[in-house]
């Protein structure tokens, strides 16, 4: 089974992810609460193997587990499960990058993780703010989840930033892009 796939077991279909051991915790939450809830919302039977961060989703209906899925992912990727569930809405959308594919040694990751993230979390709350998303950083992640437009406007930014843009002009980019979302309603 693949990284990311849904497979077909009997008449359920299964989707498999690698929770690391940190996030397993929120995924059950108090007294299994968040299990609950999860089960609910999502539709789908949830396994989840605290011990090795293993995740089992199962389900009858393959489009729910294919909705669930990313959920499930933004969850382990760092966002908290209210803003996840954002993701049920069929305008939203999820999008992850690999802060390793801009870094080339440990210390040049931790420096780009710091640069989206800004003093104090500066660069980060302007980033969410102008693309109106949502943005976690975690591990060698960078993920983001709002209206797909806008995701994809705040990954180029990101990507800017990765790449040694200046945050100003950065900045001034999604200004100028906030304003096109504005016009284009």
Same mark, same amino acid.
């Not at 908290?80 to 305008?91: F, G, H, Q, R, S």
């Given at each position: 089974? $693949? %990284?990311?796939?849904? /497979?077909?077991?009997?008449? %359920?279909?299964?989707?498999?992810?690698?929770? =690391?051991?940190?996030?397993?915790?929120?995924? /059950?939450?108090?007294?299994?609460?968040?299990?609950?809830?999860?089960?609910?919302?999502?539709?789908?039977?949830?396994?989840?193997?605290?011990?090795?961060?293993?995740?089992?989703?199962?389900?009858?209906?393959?489009?729910?587990?294919?909705?669930?899925?990313?959920?499930?992912?933004?969850?382990?990727?760092?966002?908290?499960?209210? /803003?996840?569930?954002?993701?049920?809405? =069929? !305008?939203?959308?999820?999008?992850?990058?690999? /802060?390793?594919?801009?870094? *080339? *040694?440990? %210390?040049?990751? #931790?420096?780009?993780? $710091?640069?989206?993230? $800004?003093?104090?979390?500066?660069?980060?709350? *302007?980033?969410?703010?102008? *693309?109106?998303?949502?943005?976690?950083?975690?591990?060698?992640?960078?993920?983001?989840?709002? !209206?797909?437009?806008?995701?994809?406007? &705040?990954?180029? &930014?990101? !990507? &800017?930033?990765?790449?040694?843009?200046? #945050?100003? &002009?950065?900045?001034?980019?999604? !200004?100028?892009?906030?304003?096109?979302? #504005?016009?284009?309603?």
């Amino acid at each position: 089974m $693949g %990284n990311d796939d849904i /497979i077909q077991e009997g008449d %359920n279909f299964v989707y498999a992810l690698k929770v =690391p051991k940190d996030r397993v915790a929120i995924f /059950i939450g108090n007294k299994g609460q968040m299990k609950k809830q999860l089960k609910d919302e999502l539709g789908v039977d949830l396994e989840i193997d605290s011990r090795e961060g293993d995740v089992l989703a199962k389900s009858k209906d393959s489009l729910q587990l294919y909705i669930a899925k990313d959920v499930l992912k933004a969850i382990a990727r760092g966002f908290n499960p209210e /803003i996840a569930m954002l993701l049920l809405k =069929p !305008e939203n959308t999820f999008d992850m990058l690999d /802060i390793s594919e801009f870094a *080339t *040694t440990k %210390n040049s990751l #931790h420096r780009l993780k $710091g640069r989206v993230i $800004g003093f104090q979390g500066k660069s980060w709350k *302007t980033i969410e703010t102008l *693309t109106e998303c949502y943005l976690a950083v975690y591990g060698k992640t960078i993920c983001v989840i709002g !209206e797909l437009e806008r995701v994809s406007v &705040a990954r180029r &930014a990101i !990507e &800017a930033l990765l790449s040694g843009s200046q #945050h100003a &002009a950065v900045y001034k980019w999604l !200004e100028r892009q906030r304003r096109n979302f #504005h016009v284009n309603i």
